[in-house]
């Protein structure tokens, strides 16, 4: 079963705007990553925020992790374009001594040129 | 180039027939996966392996199987089990251990459709 669940499913904006999307995830975690897809290809790490961060910037993405609402946000700011993509959040769950990443639903987002 | 190299990138399979995805990775990882994907949807968990020669089922194993007698391989085979192959499927790795710093490496995928 998806740990995480990503909301909005489909984001439409302008290019400039800001686009905000949202990560929901159910059990503890060591640390939360974010992901990015085109259409058709593989996905491509953006970044990670660790259990003991509650905030996190690189380049135009910024990253907050609440752990106590089990939440995390990803925001991409002055979007262009080319961030048109699914973006992915995904944490590592661990059964029985092992661990595997689980990922959420993503969000589609389309900024409008 | 370090990464992770799918074959082939379109695949057909007749109703029946047995098909296997290769994962080829450079990368040095321990670990590797196989997620499939629907359109328009997320990802879902195959299989995965930690170490060679052992791997784990992940959240839809049913009518795949998997190998992992090299470290550097992990590939997929679709059984005529699965009833609802068409998809497009990822293959991932990643460095092992309990750090918690762990990014997963993702190769260009397969699109594998039932003909």
């Known amino acids: 079963s998806q740990q995480g669940e990503e909301d909005p499913q489909a984001l439409s904006i302008q290019e400039g705007e800001n686009a905000t999307m949202n990560c929901s995830y159910k059990?503890?975690?060591?640390?939360l990553q974010w992901y990015r897809q085109n259409s058709g290809r593989g996905l491509v790490h953006l970044i990670l925020?660790?259990?003991?961060?509650r905030e996190k910037h690189s380049g135009r993405l910024r990253v907050t992790l609440d752990t106590s609402k089990k939440s995390s946000s990803l925001l991409i700011t002055a979007s262009r374009a080319a961030d048109t993509a699914s973006y992915f959040c995904?944490?590592?769950?661990?059964?029985?001594?092992?661990?595997?990443?689980?990922f959420g639903t993503g969000t589609r987002l389309k900024v409008l040129a | 180039d370090g990464g992770i190299t799918q074959s082939p990138k379109y695949l057909f399979r007749k109703e029946g027939q047995n098909v296997t995805l290769s994962c080829e990775q450079n990368?040095?990882?321990?670990?590797m996966y196989w997620y499939r994907q629907d359109p328009g949807q997320g990802l879902r968990l195959i299989y995965y392996?930690?170490?060679?020669?052992?791997?784990q089922k992940g959240d839809i194993a049913e009518g795949y199987s998997v190998s992992r007698e090299k470290k550097e391989s992990f590939p997929l085979t679709v059984t005529s089990a699965q009833k609802n192959p068409t998809a497009f499927y990822l293959c991932?790795?990643?460095?092992?251990?309990?750090?918690?710093?762990?990014?997963?490496?993702f190769g260009e995928g397969s699109w594998l459709t039932v003909v």
């Open positions: 995904a944490t590592r769950a661990t059964t029985s001594g092992t661990y595997k990443y689980i």
């Open positions: 059990t503890s975690i060591n640390n």
């Open positions: 925020i660790r259990s003991n961060e």
């Open positions: 990368l040095n990882h321990d670990a």
């Open positions: 392996s930690q170490i060679v020669n052992d791997f």
């Open positions: 991932a790795s990643s460095f092992a251990g309990t750090g918690a710093g762990n990014t997963i490496y």
